[in-house]
């Protein structure tokens, strides 16, 4: 079913996010979501319905890392994130690719 809804339909727009950490334009499936809730909670939201606003990295190590340095999901979320919290978000990182 290569991206068409029916015979003689458009083809479905796929959602493209950025990456914050490499700044690629991806397809959103292929992104993690970063969120902070309304109650101003940070987590990784992995199904990507969580309310709240959101971030995008890619499922990458190296891009949480370069996010964590740099800053800039702090900055896109409006909120400081702590150390605890990235070293959650790595963990949940590595253990999805270890499955």
């Known amino acids: ?11 479905r727009k796929i959602p493209m996010r950025q990456c914050l950490g ?9 992104l993690i979501r970063i969120v902070r809730s309304p109650e101003g909670e940070v987590s990784l939201d992995l199904t990507g319905k969580k309310s709240g606003r959101g971030a995008y990295i890619c499922r990458d190590l190296k891009c949480l ?5 740099s800053g800039r ?7 400081e994130i702590s150390p ?7 963990a949940e990182l590595t253990a999805g690719d270890e499955a």
């Open 65 to 69: 890392k370069k996010v964590r340095k």
């Open 73 to 79: 999901v702090a900055h896109n979320l409006e909120c």
């Open 1 to 11: 079913m290569s991206g068409t809804t029916q015979k003689g339909m458009k083809p």
């Open 22 to 30: 490499c700044n690629e334009h991806k397809p959103k499936a292929e």
């Open 84 to 90: 605890e919290v990235y070293d959650k978000m790595e």
